[in-house]
């Protein structure tokens, strides 16, 4: 008897949702593989990188025999995809392979023993729950998750705070040039911080939906009440995630509370006006200045070649002249990664940073340090 007759979408759907965090050239090879549980007519892949593990279970409306075993994610996901979409597939398990039909299609993948499979060791201590939906996540974590830092020695910055805080949940992501702070409201009395991996919020992005539909997230600690792990739980779909062990900086210090010079502009037109700019900037340094006059901003780039590009925005500003830089991919960033209509944004002296606001969204700060041109 098959370990699995049923149609193709069936069983590529739960696969694909793994898949991303699977390594294709590993040490250990088995982290190449995905772990393929079937039990009772519902059928369950779970994957790992041993930082990460993410589970997906769909119920099979076909036939199935309880049994599990370990093959390559990636061949398995290109030979579903490249069947067609209305494709019947048998699986058949025998030691050491595992044989996928499909019409006459016929492919053997080597396997390897579901019990050396890695799985990550399940917290000892208490669990600590709360649910929102799953858009409200996806949207908090999206509007952050662009400021993290890529491979910093500093590796507690190669991740995003997480922060529950009663009724209020945060994330917070910054690389030491720019910070991005979001939060959200929540019906809860816990309180914990954790810093997530950055691959973490990347799948989590990936996987959750725009919709209502409601994520619970569990913060399991040990037995010193200290977070270990975190779980996200959502449509059939579980990530358990390790946590970064590290302090995140203060981010409340770094975010500026005075400012009196406050331009209130289009996002789309702004946008526009870097991306033509940026086309003659430094490539090394992108750099941009922001020359601000009485209602007008001058938003000017040069190159090494002696090139230059000036685009000018009428705002309404009264107030003293200012000359300041920028890294022009820091500006461009917050402003693909928000989809508001209007952005407001505030400036202190040339050697102080912006803070960008969103006036749709009062919980959302983006802060930019300057840089000399």
């Known amino acids: 008897m098959p ?31 995905v772990l393929l549980e079937i039990k009772d007519g519902d059928i369950s892949f779970v994957a790992t990188d041993l930082e990460i593990q993410i589970s997906a279970q769909q119920k099979v409306e076909g036939k199935t025999e309880n049994g599990s075993v370990t093959l390559s994610a990636k061949k398995l996901q290109d030979i579903l995809r490249a069947l067609p979409d209305d494709a019947e597939i048998t699986l058949e398990h025998k030691e050491p392979r595992l044989t996928v039909r499909a019409g006459k299609s016929r492919f053997n993948l080597q396997t390897l023993p579901a019990k050396d499979f890695p799985r990550l060791a399940a917290a000892t201590g208490s669990s600590n729950d709360v649910k929102l939906a799953q858009k409200t996540l996806r949207a908090l974590l999206a509007q952050v998750q662009f400021a993290m830092a890529v491979q910093d020695i500093r590796y507690y910055l190669n ?28 019906k809860t009395t816990l309180k914990h911080d954790v810093i997530l991996p950055r691959k973490s919020v990347s799948e989590l992005i990936k996987l ?62 702004l946008q526009q006006s870097l991306q033509r700019a940026a086309i003659l900037s430094n490539e090394k340094i992108r750099g941009v200045r922001l020359v601000l006059s009485k209602d007008n901003l001058a938003i000017i780039c040069a190159n090494n070649e002696q090139e230059e590009a000036q685009e000018e925005l009428t705002v309404a500003y009264d107030g003293e002249p200012l000359d300041i830089g920028f890294n022009i991919a820091y500006l461009q960033d917050v402003l693909a990664n928000t989809n508001c209509e209007a952005v407001q944004l505030s400036l202190g002296d040339a050697n102080s940073s912006a803070l960008m606001t969103l006036p749709e969204d009062k919980q959302f700060k983006y802060v930019v340090m300057p840089m000399r041109i």
Do not use: C
């Open 3 to 33: 370990l699995i007759k049923a149609n193709r979408d069936q069983i590529l759907k739960p696969l694909q949702s793994v898949t991303g965090i699977v390594e294709r050239r590993h040490t250990l090879p088995i982290l190449s593989n």
């Open 159 to 186: 991740g995003l705070l997480f922060s529950i805080d009663g009724e209020l949940l945060r994330a917070v992501a910054t690389d030491g040039h720019r910070l991005a702070y979001a939060a959200t409201e929540l």
């Open 208 to 269: 959750l939906t725009d919709s209502e539909e409601p994520v619970t997230i569990s913060i399991q600690t040990d037995k010193d009440n200290k977070p270990s792990q975190v779980r996200f739980s959502f449509s059939g779909i579980e990530l358990i995630s390790k946590i970064v062990d590290g302090k995140f900086p203060d981010y409340t210090k770094v975010i500026p509370t005075n400012y009196s010079k406050h331009l209130d502009l289009n996002r789309v037109t």
